[in-house]
């Protein structure tokens, strides 16, 4: 028996600022981009079609007005919950094409209703290039849902978006494992605090992506099943510019494929959604061809013959509470310290080109190969132009 895959569109760009006063993210042209390059017959999937979100318009809202769409966010998000949860219920694996990172409530409040329904906990694999951790606790206002969708769905924030149907928090800290933020993220220290376990590009590519995933597997043991947040801006700029705020420091093409299909290779992955890449700076679809490849190659594990459907197991007993958290990961890799500034620290030392792959040319337990290097399109896609020929970063995206 094989996993079959349902691909469900949630375009909504509530959760980031507007690009410039006159425009509107280009994020929720997202999957019809994606769409445009074969990526449904290509999966082999389902059509589940779209959840069309509210119309953006931020109106007059300021700063200290709380997040802005709070409520058009609130109300779409428990519609992605209904249509997720209809696609498990089916016993379908479901990739949710996004959209800004927002979306992740709408997921995350699916999760929680399952895991209820369940009697286990849903935990959460956080793949993202920032930890999205931003709230009234840290930060001197909040606004934009994509940059606080972490913070949000462990709870913190305003109860409008952070307890929808009173469930609080949707994923709780010891159930959320962090992939790929820089090593200078501006919340590194409060993800510690809070108990989050995090790996860091560095100590990523230290370890290698397939480790990575089997790592992450093994931090969620105890919950029930788990599911997969994928930001493209985990990508370096130099491979992957067309998100709204690009940073050096990240991860390849390669990495991100093997390291999708490590997380997704066990009946105990739930699904899988995608945000954030933004098809207005890449004019003639390369970027998107490359995404197609790499996820297409990374999506392969869940349909191969003899896969497991979606298997839950009620929770047997509470996870321990554990002593000192691993704060970077488990091999004791120290902490930078904290940025003078209020942006995205750059992690310069750590470039994609001079790294290359850990993991070597194939993934660990029988996974999906990969090719060589950044330019390539992944197994059995077109090449794509290099860093060379492209733009450094997007222009006018601001952070989220």
Same mark, same amino acid.
């Given at each position: ?32 981009? $994606? ?57 379908? +694996? ?31 694999? +956080? ?5 999205? +951790? ?44 962090? $992939? ?79 390291? $999708? ?23 003639? !679809? ?12 990374? $999506? ?30 488990? +091999? ?64 006018? !995206?601001?952070?989220?």
């Amino acid at each position: 028996m094989m996993r079959r895959i349902a691909v469900l569109d949630a375009p909504s760009n509530l959760g980031l600022r507007p690009p410039t006063p006159t425009s509107v993210p280009g994020c929720g042209k997202a999957p019809g981009a $994606l769409r445009d390059q074969g990526l449904l017959p290509r999966l082999r999937a389902r059509d589940a079609g779209c959840l069309t979100p509210p119309r953006y318009d931020a109106g007059d809202w300021r700063p200290g007005d709380g997040v802005c769409h709070a409520r058009e966010i609130a109300d779409y998000s428990a519609a992605l919950a209904d249509r997720i949860g209809a696609i498990i219920d089916r016993g379908e +694996f479901p990739v949710v094409l996004g959209g800004d990172c927002s979306i992740l409530l709408g997921s995350a409040l699916a999760m929680h209703r399952l895991g209820e329904a369940v009697g286990g906990r849903i935990g959460l694999v +956080f793949v993202d290039g920032h930890s999205d +951790f931003r709230h009234p606790g840290n930060a001197s206002y909040v606004g934009a849902a994509a940059g606080e969708d972490l913070a949000l769905v462990t709870g913190r924030g305003q109860a409008d978006l952070a307890a929808i149907e009173g469930r609080r928090p949707y994923f709780r800290d010891v159930d959320v494992v962090v $992939l790929g933020i820089r090593a200078q993220d501006e919340y590194r220290l409060d993800l510690q605090a809070a108990g989050i376990i995090t790996r860091p590009v560095p100590a990523l590519r230290a370890e290698g992506a397939a480790r990575t995933a089997q790592w992450a597997h093994e931090q969620l043991a105890d919950c029930a099943g788990y599911w997969v947040h994928v930001d493209v801006d985990v990508l370096d700029p130099a491979v992957m510019p067309a998100v709204d705020a690009p940073d050096p420091g990240g991860i390849a093409f390669a990495e991100l494929e093997i390291l $999708l299909a490590g997380l997704v290779d066990t009946p105990h992955c739930l699904g899988v959604e995608l945000t954030v890449f933004d098809p207005d700076y890449d004019p003639d !679809g390369a970027y998107a061809a490359e995404i197609v490849n790499t996820v297409v190659s990374g $999506l392969r594990p869940v349909t191969a013959p003899g896969s497991a459907p979606p298997r839950l197991r009620p929770e047997e007993t509470p996870r321990p509470t554990p002593g000192p958290r691993r704060s970077i990961d488990q +091999f004791g890799l120290p902490i930078a310290p904290a940025p003078s500034d209020h942006g995205k620290a750059r992690d310069d030392g750590d470039d994609v080109a001079d790294g290359g792959l850990a993991d070597g040319g194939s993934v660990d337990g029988g996974l999906v190969g990969v090719g060589d290097g950044l330019g390539d399109g992944g197994p059995g896609g077109a090449d794509v132009p290099t860093a060379a020929t492209r733009p450094a970063t997007a222009p006018g !995206g601001p952070a989220a």
